[in-house]
């Protein structure tokens, strides 16, 4: 009997679609073509804003960053379809070290707790959970805290 189901299986496994197997017949596959992912960029005010509510207002914040750029005299949406070029990345990435510096001197102001040393894990997510919460506007989950805390160690 185990044979005849086996037989029976791979009879069925056999039959296409197309040749009375019991499906529908097929059709050519759609293209399908989806649009290159992309990252809308802040405006430099909304950068600024952004790091202001997140650390508060005694921040000092980074002064050279990349142009905004207008498209019909808007610059929100020229700064949607800018792109950011090489020097620009080297400016955020120095703005995100300045910024870094300045909360990682001030530790004690954004927990309870403030390892000395080594990175507690609970302390650092006590610190990153909420923070993330702001920054995505949603809770983050389990996995990207983890992320989060595997970065800080």
Same mark, same amino acid.
């Given at each position: 009997?185990?044979?005849?189901?086996?037989?029976?299986?791979?009879?069925?496994?056999? &039959?296409?679609?197309?040749?009375?197997?019991?499906?529908? $017949?097929?059709?050519?596959?759609?293209?399908?073509?989806?649009?290159?992912?992309?990252?809308? !960029?802040? =405006?430099?005010?909304?950068?600024?804003?952004?790091?202001?509510?997140?650390?508060?207002?005694?921040?000092?914040?980074? %002064?050279?960053?990349?142009?905004?750029?207008? %498209?019909?005299?808007?610059?929100?949406?020229?700064?949607?379809?800018? /792109?950011?070029? $090489?020097?620009? %990345?080297?400016?955020?990435?120095?703005? #995100?070290?300045?910024?870094?510096?300045?909360?990682? /001197?001030? !530790? #004690?102001?954004?927990?309870? &707790?403030? $390892?000395?040393?080594?990175?507690?894990? /609970? &302390? /650092?997510?006590?610190?990153?959970?909420?923070?993330?919460?702001?920054?995505? +506007?949603?809770?983050? =989950?389990?996995?990207?805290? =983890? =992320?989060? %805390?595997?970065? #800080? +160690?």
């Amino acid at each position: 009997m185990g044979r005849s189901l086996l037989a029976l299986l791979a009879l069925f496994a056999s &039959c296409s679609p197309d040749d009375g197997g019991g499906g529908p $017949p097929r059709g050519a596959e759609p293209a399908v073509a989806p649009a290159p992912a992309q990252l809308r !960029r802040l =405006t430099d005010a909304e950068y600024r804003n952004t790091l202001r509510d997140l650390f508060g207002e005694a921040l000092v914040l980074p %002064v050279a960053l990349e142009p905004d750029l207008e %498209v019909d005299g808007l610059v929100a949406e020229g700064a949607a379809q800018a /792109a950011v070029s $090489p020097l620009g %990345v080297e400016r955020y990435e120095d703005a #995100a070290y300045l910024v870094g510096e300045q909360v990682a /001197a001030d !530790r #004690a102001r954004w927990s309870g &707790c403030a $390892p000395a040393g080594a990175v507690d894990d /609970a &302390c /650092a997510e006590a610190v990153l959970r909420p923070l993330a919460r702001m920054a995505w +506007r949603r809770a983050p =989950t389990d996995p990207e805290v =983890t =992320t989060l %805390v595997s970065i #800080a +160690r």
